[in-house]
């Protein structure tokens, strides 16, 4: 079953807007991972957060983490044309298991 | 960081024939998994590649169908046996580094005519 859900499940933005997207899981995790993936190719890591941590960045990512809530969101600031792709959350489900579990995916599309 | 290649990137294959997806990792690695992504879907785990020994596999997925081997820490092969058009996806070696980091390769788009 799915352990993450993101939202929303498609998003449309202009170049150079800000683009927010949800993940929410079911379970207690050990850590929560963002991934990239553009059209028909493979998975591009952006992000990794421990269950410990609550906000991460890395350029223009920024990614937040609320254990209590069950929900983590991915921030692009100042989107790019090269940034549409589909954008998953993964959660490790339990410390040791090191198995991830994938949301659907939410799909970025920026217009130039 | 771990680079991942995968080999072939892509292939069409005919029903009821195998097909052997080679995974090379660039670094000793901990754990190394194949997932699949069927169009349009996301990913689900198709087992846990062990050294030396069987794979472990996920509810819904039998070693008959998708053997498994790991021969060492860097390199891994799935195949997918006597195929059928559903076997039509993405198939994805992943790799978990000692930060529980996990990379994932660049996929192998399977069709099954």
């Known amino acids: 079953s799915q352990q993450g859900e993101e939202d929303p499940q498609a998003l449309s933005i202009q170049e150079g807007e800000n683009a927010t997207m949800n993940c929410s899981y079911k379970?207690?995790?050990?850590?929560l991972q963002w991934y990239r993936q553009n059209s028909g190719r493979g998975l591009v890591h952006l992000i990794l957060?421990?269950?410990?941590?609550r906000e991460k960045h890395s350029g223009r990512l920024r990614v937040t983490l609320d254990t209590s809530k069950k929900s983590s969101s991915l921030l692009i600031t100042a989107s790019r044309a090269a940034d549409t792709a589909s954008y998953f959350c993964a959660t490790d489900i339990e410390a040791g298991s090191y198995q991830l579990t994938f949301g659907k995916g939410t799909k970025l599309s920026v217009i130039p | 960081s771990a680079v991942i290649s995968q080999k072939p990137s892509r292939d069409i294959c005919q029903r009821g024939t195998s097909l052997t997806i080679q995974c090379q990792v660039d670094?000793?690695?901990?754990?190394m998994f194949w997932y699949r992504q069927q169009p349009g879907q996301s990913l689900t785990l198709i087992a846990t590649?062990?050294?030396?020994?069987?794979?472990?596999?996920e509810s819904g997925f039998v070693i008959d169908k998708f053997p498994i081997s790991r021969p060492n820490l860097t390199f891994s092969t799935l195949t997918v046996s006597n195929m059928s058009p559903e076997d039509s996806s993405i198939y994805l070696c992943?790799?978990?580094?000692?930060?529980?980091?996990?990379?994932f390769g660049p996929g192998t788009r399977l069709t099954v005519l």
């Open positions: 590649a062990n050294q030396g020994s069987e794979a472990t596999y």
């Open positions: 992943s790799v978990r580094t000692v930060t529980d980091t996990q990379y």
């Open positions: 957060i421990r269950s410990n941590e």
């Open positions: 379970t207690s995790i050990n850590n």
């Open positions: 670094s000793q690695v901990t754990m």
